[in-house]
């Protein structure tokens, strides 16, 4: 996600070994430069970045923290550009969100991604499929909708126009709190999409128009961006594809060349996978120190406050059972990919690509377990320990699965449960950690 501009800045500031060393600032700012310039960032923002690191570093006095913090700051006055984050709600519902973009943005799975965003934050949200040119992406958008269970407006209208129309007219009867409009998108920038999408704006009075921007596209991005910016007004972008090995650079240059703000991110191929676009967390990502605040609310969405005290409870007395597992499962699922969560912890950014290729639907240990759990009893799943040789076997030959496989599942469930409870004694945390840091790492 963050790798390719972390892993420079953390080289840049290692230039600097001494304090007031002026030649040392160059060199970080020498190091500095490339790394921007090699992460896509538009010269001019590259440039004013290094001229307020600079001049802020020596007010404070060359040294580490002096030159982190003013590259810190710097980042921060390019990102914060004047306006909203996340979304712009209406006085009186529902609010109209119109997506726009090139095809192959991501635009119609980033729609799903906002509505599923919107609708764990208890909003009543209506997708619209607006996209006729491409015959699948109504059909994607259906799919998407189902999945998040988030309903889709269904029309026979062929006008992509009237389609809007009769939508916000079904979302105001309805009482929807959120109508998002996936439109169609082009290769490339036309007339006939651009006099399309101003024909719906005028529809709709959208009360936020998004540009969804491939976090690949580089300069282009920012360029396709520009132009939909001078035809039909853009409020704010979206990032889609952060997660992807992307440079990164582009968010830096739409904010600065644009001046319009940066609302989401998407930071995964899950619909959980959008975060909302906070310059001072992004900054802090960037930096190496994680986003617990998102992290945290992520949480709380996704997470009722009684059940994480229940399941505490349940883990001090030893209680943990299969059921409380797979309910955690799910819970962990809404909050996005493994990759998307481990960025966020400070220290973990490099694991997170590590992580990238973990599906808690597809992994093998789950889909073991999911078949053992249903295959059991009520009695069974709330208490494994009753789990004799005989009910083993019954599970077995019910889940399709080896008496063997059964038996080291449970086994460690069971010391996974130990784990747990002894992690949740007092000083139980630290003393893991004591024992990680005192771990040598092999070479």
């Known amino acids: 996600m963050f790798e390719s501009l972390s892993n420079g800045f953390r080289s840049a500031i290692n230039k600097i070994r001494f304090s007031d060393d002026e030649r040392a600032l160059d060199k970080a700012l020498d190091e500095l430069k490339k790394v921007l310039l090699k992460s ?11 001229q307020k690191t600079r001049e802020k570093t020596k007010q404070n006095g060359i040294g ?54 919107l609708k764990m934050r208890n909003k009543k949200v209506l997708l619209v499929p607006c996209d006729l040119q491409r015959l699948a992406a109504v059909t994607q958008l259906k799919t998407l909708g189902e999945q998040i269970e ?14 809007a129309k009769d939508a916000l007219q079904y979302a105001t009867n309805g009482q929807f709190d959120i109508v998002i409009y996936d439109t169609a998108g082009r290769l490339a920038i036309d007339e006939p999409l651009m006099k399309e999408l101003q024909e719906i704006k ?36 979206v990032l889609s594809k952060f997660d992807s090995d992307s440079k990164g650079g582009i968010a830096l240059s739409i904010a600065y060349q644009l001046g319009i703000p940066l609302r ?9 996978d959008l975060d909302l676009f906070m310059p001072d967390r992004i900054v802090s990502r960037l930096m190496g120190a994680g986003d617990l605040e998102t992290l945290a609310e992520k ?62 639907d597809n992994s093998e240990e789950v889909k073991i377990i999911r078949a053992m759990v249903n295959s059991m009893t009520k009695k069974e799943r709330d208490n494994p320990s009753i789990l004799n040789g005989s009910r083993r076997k019954r599970i077995a030959m019910g889940s399709g699965l080896d008496v063997s496989d059964i038996n080291r599942t449970l086994k460690q469930f069971e010391q ?28």
């Not at 896509?40 to 290094?50: G, N, P, Q, R, S």
């Not at 969804?212 to 360029?223: H, I």
């Open 416 to 443: 996974a449960s130990k784990f747990a409870k002894k992690l949740s004694t007092k000083g139980g945390v630290q003393s893991f950690l004591g024992m990680l840091t005192q771990q040598k790492v092999p070479r």
């Open 150 to 163: 988030v309903e889709v407006f269904h029309s026979e209208s062929t006008s992509p126009i009237q389609v």
């Open 40 to 50: 896509d960032v538009y010269h001019k923002a590259t440039k004013e970045i290094l």
């Open 64 to 117: 580490r923290d002096s030159f982190l913090n003013a590259l810190t700051q710097s980042l921060l006055e390019i990102l914060a550009v004047s306006g909203n984050y996340g979304v712009t709600y209406a006085t009186k519902p529902p609010t109209n969100i119109l997506m726009v973009g090139l095809q192959g943005s991501g635009k119609t799975t980033t729609s799903a991604k906002l509505a599923n965003y």
């Open 264 to 272: 989401f991110m998407g930071m995964g191929e899950k619909v959980a």
């Open 202 to 237: 005028v529809a709709i009075n959208p009360h936020d128009i998004f540009y969804v921007a491939d976090s690949l596209s580089g300069q282009d991005g920012v360029r396709s961006a520009t132009s939909f910016h001078e035809k039909i007004g853009l409020s704010g972008v």
């Open 299 to 360: 949480t709380a969405v996704a997470i009722n406050p009684k059940e994480v005290k229940d399941i505490h409870k349940k883990i001090k007395k030893g209680e943990f059972t299969f059921t409380d597992f797979l309910n955690q499962i799910e819970n962990v699922k809404k909050m996005g990919s493994m990759s998307s969560i481990m960025s966020m912890i400070p220290g973990m950014g490099n694991m997170a690509k590590s992580l990238k290729d973990i599906d808690l």
